[in-house]
């Protein structure tokens, strides 16, 4: 418990790297608690340390394999990394187990459709009123 303790004042203080140094401890004691494993990928994601977190997200799949909240982060993290066939897979997984999850749904919508390059700048430069950096108007 002191542990947990110490691992949410480190994180409220803003210092992940002491934070995942202190988790990375605790799970070397008790590597069954589904709670740190969480924790930590939260913590890699946020260090932008996403392999990391995958290895994270896997220990936790180990230990909650219907978490379909589990699945979909994970499918979310693989995605990231490049490896849409892999992440197929736990998007369906998480569909599977949860068919109301939009989350799960969406990352389907998204590995399925062929791609869009800029299209979610555009949507967003035109939703703030930002100017297309070449000076072209923005494509409908």
Known sequence: MVWKRKVALLRSLNRPVDAI?????????????????AELSDLYISQDMYSQAAFCLEELLL??????????????????????GTALKY?????????????????LKMVTSPPRPFS???????AGGMQNPIGEEWEG
């Open 120 to 126: 979610i700048l555009r949507y967003c430069a035109k």
């Open 21 to 37: 140094s202190q988790l990375t401890l605790l799970l070397d004691s008790f590597p069954h608690d589904a709670e740190s494993w």
């Open 63 to 84: 230990l909650q394999p219907n978490s379909y909240f589990v699945h979909a982060q994970y499918a979310e993290i693989i995605w990231a990394l490049g490896k849409e």
């Open 91 to 107: 998007w369906c997984r998480s569909v599977e187990l949860c068919g109301e999850l939009f989350r799960g749904w969406f990352g």
